[in-house]
Every structure is written in C-alpha cells, then in structure tokens.
C-alpha cells in the first residue's frame, strides 16, 4: 500500500469521484470506489473504514455545496407567491437540510463499505509483536571483600 496522509489520500479520492461524476460513470459503485481508493492510499497505521467513510462524506459536502449554487430547470410559467404561501419556503429549506442528512449518510455508509474492504485486501493484519523474556534468571555475583589493610603500628592492651 502507498504510505500517504490521510488528508492527501482523501483529497485524491475525492478528485477521482469528481472525475468519475463528470463523465458520469458509476453511481453508488463510484461511491465505493472513493473509500476503497481513500483507504488504500493511506498508512497502514491509519487506514480504517472510517477513512473512507469521511471521504464518502465529504464527496457528499461538496456535491451539495455545488449543487446549491446551480440553478435548477425552471418552467416556463411559475405559480404565483401568493398562491403557493410562505409556508411553502419554509418547507424547502427542511427538505434541503434533510437531503444533506441523509446524503451524507448513505455516501458515509457507502465509503466507509469501499473502505473495508480495501482495509481487509491490503493492510497487513500482523499482530504487534511482544518483546520475548529471557528464560535465563541473571546470576547474582558476590563481590569479595576486600582484605583489611595492614598499619604499621599494633595495637596494644
């Protein structure tokens, strides 16, 4: 697996669902693709599902802030505001946020099912290894005492 950060790696998948939404190939296969791509990309140590579910989501982010600032097809004749009411902006803009949600969730959910399997396929599944005991037991070495210094004068009762 390629060792690059987590930002880089979801950067690039995201460019890649870009690529694949423009030339409009894929659908829910590419949102897989971007986790699975998310994931392989990253460290060992960091490649997880949920790297690839963030990558899904943000996907999600940026095709909604995208989409928000496009115009739609409108008619050619519009309803009058008055016939349709306030009532009726106010129910725009919940089902605006509740189209984020659930984006978010289903693209999270498909990244994240693209991100397992690359982590299954390519991270090394080796468990940290332990450091051995040794069996020997140190011996325990006794220093010699040292041999009392002589004086040239004796002692007397």
Known sequence: ?????VE???ATSMILGLFLAFFNF????SLALVGFVAVYLTRDEEADYKVGALAGGLLCFL?????LFTPPV?????????????GYAFDGLFTLILGLVVGLLIYGFM?????YFASKLF??????KTPKKPKTTHKIIKRKEKP???TLYRKYD
């Not at 697996?1 to 950060?5: A, E, K, T």
């Not at 990244?111 to 991100?115: D, K, L, N, R, V």
């Open 26 to 29: 894929g659908g829910i296969f």
């Open 148 to 150: 009392q210094r002589r």
């Open 123 to 128: 991270k090394s599944h080796e468990k940290p």
């Open 74 to 86: 409108l008619p050619y004749q519009l309803p009058s505001p008055l016939v349709l009411g306030v």
């Open 8 to 10: 880089f790696a979801i």
């Open 63 to 67: 095709y909604f802030v995208i989409c």
């Open 1 to 5: 697996m390629p060792n690059f950060s």
């Open 111 to 115: 990244g994240g099912i693209g991100g």
